[in-house]
């Protein structure tokens, strides 16, 4: 089974490829902006399911659940802080149904949107919870693993790390965004996420979001200086994102998302997947470029 299996698969030599973007997906097919997309898990789920589809067809062996903005806090933007055990459970099950036992589902768990003490409002305690929440009904819906990622401050990585530890015997793959400067928006140096990140455990680090696959590549170079046998994870950006009418545009095409997967690959990368921009046809072209490796 699918479940055991993940943990296997790190202890071997192969490359697990992810899946690419959900939100720049569903937002091709109808989900307008300011909308959370994890609406679409209960209101549109068939939409979810064809994305999730899309991505395994392409060549993905491990996709990601539609619950980045799925603890309470950070849908109470969106007046769903209610529904958050529902969303994500409908998630998991969704990803696992398009999965089935060939391919692995990562349970996606993205930040809060609020700011911990003591430079923002959010207490430890209610950062652990809303995560706990989250983690414990994606496990209930059939995850194999969680992805937290796009965090940039290391405390709030370790509520979210602790909720998947303390709940669930499921692997955590953990990844910050290094888009200022090589550093995330609270100022964590990659030197400092991996030293950090092997102390608490994680099973994969590394970096995800950001300026596209050349800033992924400086991060894990220096996290690799750090840590040499850790294990790594990548989800870059189709390049470095720009304003088009209001619209967030990425600009990389599917040939340079192929040259990243090698060059993430010939660094050692175990994991190694796309994020914001990316679609099928990135995947798809990771894909063949691996395989021909
Ligand atoms: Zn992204």
């Avoid at 062996?61 to 806090?73: D, E, V, W």
């Avoid at 955590?172 to 964590?188: K, Q, S, Y």
């Avoid at 996420?193 to 995800?208: C, F, H, K, M, Q």
């Avoid at 950001?210 to 170079?221: K, L």
Wanted: glycine share 10%.
């Amino acid at each position: 089974m699918a479940r055991t299996h993940f943990r296997e698969s790190l202890s071997n030599r192969t490359v697990i490829l992810g899946d690419g973007a959900m939100g720049t997906m569903l937002q091709s097919v109808g989900l307008v902006q300011g909308q959370a997309p994890e609406e679409w898990n209960v209101e549109q789920p068939e939409k979810v399911l064809a994305v999730h589809r899309a991505y395994i067809e392409a060549g993905s062996n491990a996709i990601q659940t539609n619950s980045f903005g799925g603890n309470r806090l950070r849908l109470a933007l969106h007046g769903w802080e209610q529904r958050s055990a529902e969303v994500n459970r409908h998630a998991a099950e969704i990803a696992r149904k398009a999965a089935g036992e060939a391919v692995f589902v990562g349970g996606s768990v993205g930040p809060t949107g609020s700011v911990l003490e003591p430079y923002g409002d959010l207490s430890f305690d209610e950062a652990k919870d809303a995560f706990v929440e989250q983690v414990l009904a994606l496990a209930e819906g059939g995850v194999d693993y969680f992805i937290i990622e796009t965090m940039s401050d290391l405390e709030e990585l370790r509520a979210a790390l602790e909720a998947v530890r303390e709940n669930t015997d499921l692997p955590a793959m953990c990844t910050m965004t290094f888009d200022t400067h090589l550093h995330t928006m609270m100022g964590i140096s990659p030197e400092q996420a991996v030293s950090r990140l092997t102390e608490l455990g994680a099973d994969l680090i590394g970096a995800n979001c950001g300026n596209g696959p050349e800033e992924i590549e400086a991060v894990i170079q220096k996290m690799r200086s750090i840590q040499p046998d850790a294990l790594f994870a990548t989800q870059a950006n189709a390049g470095i994102p720009h304003l088009e009418g209001g619209r967030t545009v990425y600009g990389a095409s599917p040939q340079r998302m192929a040259e990243y997967a090698l060059r993430m690959k010939a660094l050692g990368v175990k994991y190694i997947g796309a994020c914001c921009g990316n679609t099928p046809a990135h995947v798809r072209a990771m894909a063949e470029a691996l395989q021909s490796d």
